[in-house]
Structure formats: C-alpha cells, structure tokens
C-alpha cells in the first residue's frame, strides 16, 4: 500500500488550502481513509476521516466547520479541504489508510503516508 500526500504549502491565517491523497497497491472503496497532522513539539492527532462507503465522517473538535474530508473511490483519491486556516493549524499532515472502522486512534491505521507540510502565517 502506498500513499501519497501533496498541495501543502504556506498560507496565511484565514485562506485556505486542499490536500490531496493518491492511494494505490488496496482495494481503495473497503478502505477507511483519514488525515492525522503533527505539529512541532506535539503528539500526531487525528483531523478528520471517512469510512469506506464514503458515508460516514468523523472530525477533531478543532477543525470542526473548517475542514472536510472527501474521497473519489473511482479515482483512489483522498481529499482535505481547509479553511479559515489558523496558525494553529501549522503541522505536517499524514493520509493514512484503514481496512478496519475509521477512529481516533494512530494504531487504528496500519497505512500512512509519508506527510505533507503546512504552514499558516499570521
């Protein structure tokens, strides 16, 4: 399985920014999909995901209303579109992938990415 972040990049506080997931070597539609993001000097957490069907989505309290998950099962694609950026959200953030039940929990994704910067100036 690989996965394969890209589009971040620097915005200012208040813009916004559209991550994109491509997956590949899975049967992408039975496969929970998910963005974590780790910030300097803090613990990876998770953001926001959507199970397999594409009709279920979960998101942290701190991104609620700014951020959405997405996915193009026909296209292996995993999308996060962010807005209203904060500074805060300053971290690298991680497509991970699931065959389970999307969660909270890092151990929950036995697939990851290898990240994708974002920087929000204020």
């Known amino acids: 399985v690989q996965l394969q972040a890209f589009g971040g990049g620097l915005v200012q506080a208040g813009g916004f920014l559209r991550l994109s997931c491509a997956a590949s070597g899975l049967v992408f539609n039975r496969y929970g999909m998910a963005w974590f993001r780790q910030a300097p000097g803090k613990e990876r957490e998770f953001v926001g995901g959507?199970?397999?069907?594409?009709?279920?989505?979960s998101y942290a309290d701190s991104v609620k209303g700014r951020f959405t998950v997405s996915r193009e099962n026909a296209k292996n694609m995993v999308y996060l579109q962010m807005n209203s950026l904060k500074p805060e959200d300053t971290a690298v953030y991680y497509c991970?992938?699931?065959?389970?039940?999307?969660?909270?929990?890092?151990?929950?994704?036995?697939?990851w990415g290898q990240g994708t910067q974002v920087t929000v100036s204020s």
């Open positions: 991970v992938a699931t065959p389970y039940n999307t969660g909270y929990r890092m151990e929950q994704y036995p697939y």
């Open positions: 959507m199970r397999w069907s594409g009709g279920v989505t």
